[in-house]
């Protein structure tokens, strides 16, 4: 038996449960003098935390990013925190908007440009000073932003989207409110909670899966797996959303810790070329990314401790204890299909795009903790199947 070493690394506090966005006032009092508080276009939805703001005597002032954070926008919210004193990030938001606050908090107390911490585009130093105190407060139940430890930032002149990554951008208070989802569009919901799902499946076969992250997975993927489609059909659930949200908390606790695979790692890569939403891709890609996971270890890694897991997920997902690992295939199938995922090509994805596509997942970082390396014909079939969901 290979002896156990492993590290678990969240938020500082994470706050969850209805009504839970009311700690943010009370919380952000102790944190500075004026506080930016960072939004995606629906900056309407912050109206109650602003009012509690204000009632408890806290100065804000609001930052907007539209659609997915770029290092544009994120220098824009530096220089407009800057100018207005801003020494506290509040980010209302999803995933994107999340993200950018992280950024947005580390450039307001690191020296130098963002370019120069940024893997892959950057010269990737290391952050060397805590970041701004930072609350995160998701509205979507999907990317877990609010407990990991990197920012996707995208750089559209190089096609590509980078992390910013480092221990210091885990929030110093996540704050989980189910209420905030309520009024989630059904598109929305689908591919944030398939993002959500596709994290837990990943990591809980990840080659560094460990067993703290294994806990939040095995309650995760049966929380999903039960209430997505009612989330969807039905999105003033309260239930389901409650569910939804714990299941998004427990991805992000996993995957900051475990790592991803080959669905993220094409995601990744993906998402910098092609505007698609990134829960969007991850779902497209879910079943193929299993199905040939699967059959590379069997013929590959017979004795892999993933290859045991795979029956297990599907047990997971159906709720039956003789589910196959074929099943549990078959079960993210369905659901794509039901939720009404489009498959790659609706991006304008195609053949051409291939050869690049499959070199930059190679090596993209979310790639690191799938359960084997798969070949590049391997990787073309995930490919090709997801662009026509077949
Ligand atoms: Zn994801």
């Not at 999803?94 to 950057?122: F, H, P, R």
């Not at 196959?324 to 039901?338: H, L, P, S, Y």
Request: hydrophobic share 45%; with cysteine.
């Amino acid at each position: 038996m290979t002896p156990m070493f492993f590290e678990f690394a969240t938020a500082n506090r994470i706050v969850l449960g209805d009504g839970a966005a009311r700690q943010v006032a009370p919380a952000a009092q102790q944190m500075g003098r004026r506080a930016l508080i960072v939004t995606g276009s629906t900056s309407e939805r912050c109206k109650p935390l602003c009012a509690d703001l204000s009632a408890a005597g806290v100065a804000f002032c609001t930052f907007e990013v539209q659609g997915e954070p770029t290092l544009d926008s994120v220098g824009r919210g530096v220089a407009f925190a800057r100018q207005e004193q801003c020494d506290a990030v509040i980010a209302f938001g999803g995933g994107s908007v999340i993200d950018a606050g992280k950024a947005i908090a580390a450039l307001l107390t690191n020296q130098g440009e963002l370019m120069d911490y940024l893997e892959v585009v950057g010269k990737g130093s290391a952050l060397q000073i805590p970041t701004a105190p930072f609350i995160a407060v998701p509205t979507t139940a999907g990317t877990g932003s609010e407990v990991t430890r990197n920012a996707v930032l995208g750089v559209p002149e190089r096609q590509v989207k980078v992390s910013l990554r480092s221990p210091l951008l885990l929030p110093r208070l996540a704050v989980v409110d189910p209420e905030l989802t309520l009024c989630l569009p059904p598109a929305i919901t689908a591919r944030t909670g398939l993002d959500a799902l596709t994290q837990l499946i990943e990591a809980y076969v990840s080659i560094r899966a460990n067993p703290v992250t294994d806990g939040f997975c095995e309650q995760g993927i049966p929380l999903a797996a039960r209430s997505l489609r009612r989330a969807y059909n039905q999105g003033k659930d309260l239930e389901a959303r409650r569910d939804m949200s714990l299941a998004a908390l427990f991805s992000g606790l996993a995957l900051a810790n475990a790592g991803m695979g080959v669905i993220h790692g094409f995601a990744a890569a993906l998402g910098g070329r092609f505007a698609a939403p990134h829960g969007a891709i991850c779902a497209a890609i879910l079943p193929y990314g299993m199905e040939i996971n699967l059959r590379a270890l069997r013929a590959r890694a017979p004795q892999s401790v993933a290859l045991r897991r795979y029956p297990e997920v599907a047990r997971l997902l159906t709720g039956r204890g003789d589910a196959t690992a074929e099943d549990g295939i078959a079960w993210t199938r369905e659901i794509c299909q039901e939720l009404e995922i489009p498959p790659l090509k609706t991006y304008g994805i195609g053949e051409q795009d291939v050869p690049t596509l499959i070199a930059e997942a190679a090596k993209a970082s979310s790639m690191k903790g799938n359960p084997l390396a798969l070949t590049t014909e391997e990787l073309q079939e995930v490919l090709r199947r997801s662009m026509n969901c077949m």
